[in-house]
């Protein structure tokens, strides 16, 4: 391949998870407002009153993420890091809290496990800064 594989694979790492965060922030939560969002959180043991609320605060923070993995400002790495803390934590939580969740169609594991292995990907093709002697 040419000398821009490298680059390329973690351009389209970056983008695709910043993408997934965006999304998941904005469709589910704060535009639509899905029931299942209602549902984990109240599964959680988070009272039926402020699970909305939740459910909208947890969308900007999910938008704000995505926004910090597409510019990587300060650093490009630990988004990744954090992507793959959060990927692991909530299909354990949800696991505990939640196990109808994970045989549904669309369900944290499959979603996680692909969120965490392209997060590795960006994680592994990101340049490091070359130094001279």
């Known amino acids: 391949m040419g000398p821009y594989r490298q680059f390329w694979i973690h351009l389209i ?10 999304y998941h922030g904005v469709v589910p939560k ?4 899905h029931a299942d969002e209602l549902t984990i959180l109240r599964d959680a043991g988070v009272a039926v009153e402020s699970a909305p609320t939740m459910v909208f605060w947890i969308g ?3 938008v704000v993420m ?3 993995v597409w510019l990587g400002i300060p650093s490009a790495r630990w988004p990744f890091f954090v992507t793959i803390v959060f990927g692991i934590g909530t ?3 949800a696991a505990i809290q939640s196990p109808d969740f994970l045989i549904a169609a ?6 996680n496990v692909l969120f965490i292995a392209l997060s590795l990907i960006g994680l592994m093709s990101e340049r490091k ?5």
């Not at 669309?106 to 979603?111: H, W, Y």
């Open 60 to 62: 900007w923070a999910e």
């Open 30 to 33: 704060l535009i639509f407002l």
């Open 129 to 133: 800064a070359e130094v001279s002697p």
């Open 13 to 22: 790492a970056r983008a695709v998870v910043g993408f997934v965060w965006v």
């Open 66 to 68: 995505g926004l910090w």
């Open 91 to 93: 299909t354990i939580g």
């Open 106 to 111: 669309f369900n944290p594991v499959s979603l």
